[in-house]
């Protein structure tokens, strides 16, 4: 009879092992099985066991990801499943469920010199009319198509910095405007009444009742100074060749009025000077009322010029005691003779007008900021009228740190400067530096520029940042989340310095922007949900003034916003935020603004497996030949974009990818497309669906016999193997933790495993007189397979599942 062949019931290492009849027991008095074999899901990189693609992946394993709603803002590359936040694009996607064209911008050119500061409305016989601060021009118009009629000519070098209509106790409105050079030197204020477009522009008329700082006789450098009206000097010991009288102001004037007390009998002839930054010149058509007979000081008269526009306040000082010396702005008398003797002064006082940096009207009181010789000055006045009655309310810093803006919010007056935040008292009286998002030793000069009140805020730009101010119970509270710039993982082309904000009745604007690629952005601000949305790509301009009017449109207020001395202009809807439902309003077909949405990244949920994308799908209304969606995709970071379709029919549409697109995660962008202004497509949903197949892992659990004799006797089974070889086969797997070869029961693969124990039991025998022994061991997979799984709803977390419909959720 021929040997028996031998059996084996799995291998290990190339040697065969018969099971035993049980496993040892377990510590809780169970048996343990002889063979165990389980599959656990392992977050291992994958090992493909097989193609994936589209063919070979049936649909009724797919699952689907839908966007329903853009709404919640833009700023993240990464896409977000728990929060919605796409990439960024030049799309309107401010109303949930639904994404138009970007509104159409309109732009208009305005003869100005430098930018537009500010504006106002004034309603001229019985038309609303706009007024632009731009530059030297003030400019009105009633139709923004037409922008370039001229109220005002200040000259050249002139900028309009600010304006603010007042009633007080004067029975007509004025409109009180803000003038200075472009060098920063203080000019009057103008007040216009508006009776024609043209109307009435009045400077306040000459005060001739100021009284100096001091006035001061320079006799050959040893001061005598007087600073106490009335400004009476003593000059008749005036020598023409070393001695000279300074009378010095807070703010720039015009000339000086001269009270005699003794006259100059002896021929005389008078020389003023200002000081210019650099050196004392001469002023410009000056004109000596004082003068008889080519006598000056002769008699009591005024003495004017015309006032300097580079002057700069200076301190002049005691040659013979240092600390005698006087500041502000200064005019230097001198006579080419001397003086009689006895001469004197019962008096001399400034001739000027007010000046003003900034107006604004808060709590029933006009305010102005003035650049004095001892800082910027804050001043009021209740009755508003051509020579206003200002009374001072406090300075608010010194000249080292420039005032760059005033406005009314809330309850407090807000006013910013380069170095920070300055709030006018709950009292009226007194000015606080209050909460400011940046340490006080940084400095930025335009810090304020372009802010605006909107909901009881002040919405200011300062730095790279947008910050919004207001009254707490009598605090001041700083929200630093209305910041575009939070956005911390933001890396579109839209970011950078937002340069100015306004708001209307449903959203903020704001414009940003990126010095790199020296572009303005527009965004728009959803106050419910605190997110911006990037609206439109405004080119390469400046922006630093915006504001929303009724002027210009005969239903719709209009955006209004300054591209350097141009303005620009949008049209508002009026009783709806959704721009659908007013049919004014125009969608923007430009080639610079696409009405593309980027999606962002989607790696649905399962970051770092293996996806098959099946199909995309879009639904959308408005769709026609040339109202179209385009959906396009890519799966490579910073690659081309594919183009899947481009769909044109409302309101579903559908199409297969190919059968090579399998990734980890795919990036979506759509475009919207239109042959007409007065249409849009609007998307509604997105859908990308996709199938997973998940790797996993399996355990094995194993229980042998094993034999502790040698050789086998002749015509033996071979089916139970050594002992000392199992040991040493597991003991030397087990050190280097490398792969063993593994034949499971079934015999059908040869697996490579990791060996993660082995144990060794003796089992007593009483019919053989001999111990029995039992190998025990525990594998685990080395390399992670694959396999198709339904749609494993168990995965999503409630949150993920809360953005699925009802009918979505059939389709899992």
């Known amino acids: ?22 496993g040892p027991a377990s510590a809780d008095g169970g048996v343990r099985p002889s063979y165990g074999e389980q599959s656990i899901e392992y977050p291992a990189a994958r090992q493909a066991s097989g193609a994936q693609n589209y063919g070979n992946w049936p649909a009724q394993v797919e699952a689907v990801w839908l966007v329903t709603d853009t709404s919640e803002g833009f700023g993240q590359k990464v896409f977000d499943s728990a929060n919605g936040r796409y990439y960024y694009g030049f799309a309107d996607t401010r109303i949930p469920g639904q994404v138009t064209l970007p509104p159409q911008v309109n732009s208009t050119a305005v003869t100005a010199e430098v930018r537009i500061f500010d504006h106002f409305e004034r309603t001229i016989s019985g038309t609303d009319t706009l007024f632009l601060c731009a530059g030297r021009y003030v400019k009105y118009l009633t139709d923004p198509t037409s922008p370039d009629a001229n109220s005002k000519d200040l000259g050249t070098g002139v900028n309009a910095t600010s304006a603010a209509t007042f009633q007080g106790g004067h029975h007509t409105p004025l409109t009180f405007v803000a ?81 005699m007390n003794a006259l100059n009998t002896d021929a005389t002839t008078l020389t003023v000077k200002y000081y210019n930054g650099t050196s004392y ?69 400034l001739i000027q007008r007010d000046t003003a940096l900034f107006f604004e009207v808060h709590n029933e009181k006009l305010f102005r900021i003035s650049k004095e010789s001892d800082g910027f000055i804050l001043s009021t006045s209740v009755d508003g009228a051509l020579n206003a009655t200002w009374v001072t309310v406090d300075k608010v810093t010194d000249l080292s740190n420039p005032i ?52 009881g805020r002040l919405w200011s730009p300062s730095r790279f940042g947008l910050y919004a101010f207001s009254d707490t119970s009598g605090y001041i509270t700083i929200d630093t989340t ?93 009783h709806s935020p959704n721009t659908l439902q007013d049919s004014n309003c125009r969608f923007d077909i430009s080639t610079t603004n696409v009405g593309q949405v ?95 197949r998940f790797p996993f892992k399996r355990t094995f659990n194993v229980a042998v016999k094993l034999r502790e004799l040698g050789a086998e006797g002749q015509g033996r089974i071979n089916q139970v ?33 990791i060996a993660v124990d082995y144990r060794v039991f003796s089992i007593a025998n009483a019919a053989l007189k001999t111990p029995e022994y039992v190998g025990y061991c525990e594998f685990i997979e080395h390399q992670a397979t694959v396999r198709g799984t339904h749609a494993r709803l168990s995965a999503y977390t409630h949150a993920a599942l809360s953005a699925y419909t009802h009918e979505e959720l059939q389709t899992l």
């Open 179 to 259: 003038q200075q050079m472009a060098t920063g030197v203080p000019q009057p204020y103008y007040t216009y009444d508006g009776s024609s477009n043209t109307g009435t522009w009045a400077l306040d008329n000459r005060d001739s009742t100021v009284a100096p700082r001091d006035c001061v006789f320079s006799d050959n450098g040893s001061f005598t100074v007087d600073n106490a009206a009335p400004m009476a000097l003593t000059l008749s010991s005036l020598n023409a060749s070393q001695d000279k009288v300074y009378v010095t102001g807070t703010q720039p004037f015009e000339g000086i009025k001269v009270e």
């Open 482 to 574: 209305v910041n575009p710039a939070a956005l911390l993982e933001n890396d579109s082309p839209i970011a950078g310095k937002v340069t100015c904000f306004a708001g209307d009745d449903f959203f903020g604007y704001a414009i940003v922007r990126n010095e790199e690629d020296s572009k303005s952005y527009l965004l728009s601000y959803n106050f419910d949900n605190k997110s911006w949305h990037t609206l439109l790509d405004l080119g390469n301009i400046t922006s630093q003034h915006m504001w929303v009017s009724d002027v210009g449109h005969a239903a719709n207020p209009l955006l209004y916003f300054a591209a350097g001395d141009d303005i620009r202009y949008i049209v508002l809807p009026r």
């Open 598 to 692: 980027y999606l962002g990244r989607f790696n649905a949920a399962f970051e770092y497996e293996i996806k098959a994308f099946l199909t995309g799908k879009i639904m959308a209304d408005n769709l026609a030949a040339t109202e179209t969606v385009t959906y396009e995709y890519r799966v490579v970071d910073g690659g081309d974009w594919n183009t899947l379709n481009t769909f044109q029919n409302s309101p579903v549409g559908t199409a297969n990818f190919g059968t090579t697109v399998v990734a980890r995660w795919i990036e979506v962008r759509v475009t919207l497309a239109s042959g007409s202004t007065s249409e849009t497509p609007v998307l509604r949903s997105v859908y990308t669906s996709f199938n997973i």
């Open 721 to 753: 193997g050594r002992v000392a070889t199992f040991k040493d086969t597991l003991k030397t797997a087990m050190s280097s933790s490398s792969p063993i070869e593994f034949i499971p029961l079934d015999k059908t693969e040869s697996l490579e495993v």
């Open 281 to 349: 010149t001469a002023v410009s058509s000056l004109s000596d009322g004082t003068s008889e007979s080519s006598t000056s000081f002769k008699q009591n008269g005024s003495i004017t010029w015309t006032l300097p526009t580079d002057w700069v306040p200076d301190t002049i000082t005691d040659s013979s005691d240092s600390t005698v010396s006087s500041n502000g702005y200064h005019v230097e008398l001198t006579w080419n003779n001397n003086f009689a003797s006895g001469v004197s002064t019962n008096d001399i006082d």
């Open 1 to 22: 009879m021929p040997p028996r062949k031998a059996t084996w019931d799995v291998k290990i290492n190339g040697v065969g092992y018969q099971l035993a009849n049980a």
């Open 404 to 455: 760059t803006g005033m406005k009314s919010a809330g309850s407090r007056l807000y006013i910013t400067s380069e170095k920070g935040l300055h709030v006018l008292a709950g009292s009226g009286t007194t000015i606080g530096n209050e909460v400011w998002p940046h340490p006080r030793d940084f400095r930025d000069p335009n810090n304020g520029i372009g802010a605006s009140t909107w909901r």
